[in-house]
């Protein structure tokens, strides 16, 4: 069976939780995507939209890796990331 990219097991990781983020969420609803963001700031305004959101540093190597484990996809919606957690 082929996985879907959309729906409840389906899980999109958003990199930065800013205004980008929000619009990005605000249309993958329409699609059933669930988004999961990790931002530094617990005010970020992806935080009451997302369906998870971790607080936490997006240059930190384990943060970042430790984020991306059990996500399906992972975009980035800021320009400041470990890239090296990414690879």
């Known amino acids: 069976m082929q996985k ?3 729906g409840k097991d389906f ?3 958003v990199l930065g939780g800013g205004q980008l983020g929000r ?6 609803v329409n699609y059933d995507v669930y988004v999961h963001c990790l931002d530094p700031d ?3 305004p992806c935080v009451d939209l997302a369906h998870s959101f971790t607080v936490g ?10 984020f991306g484990q059990d996500k399906d996809v992972l975009t980035v919606e800021i320009e400041h990331v ?3 957690a990414l690879e």
């Open 11 to 13: 899980r999109l990781g």
């Open 4 to 6: 879907k990219w959309y």
């Open 57 to 66: 540093s997006l240059t930190d190597f384990d943060t970042v890796y430790r």
């Open 82 to 84: 470990n890239i090296e």
């Open 42 to 44: 617990p005010q970020a």
């Open 23 to 28: 619009m990005l969420i605000q249309e993958a």
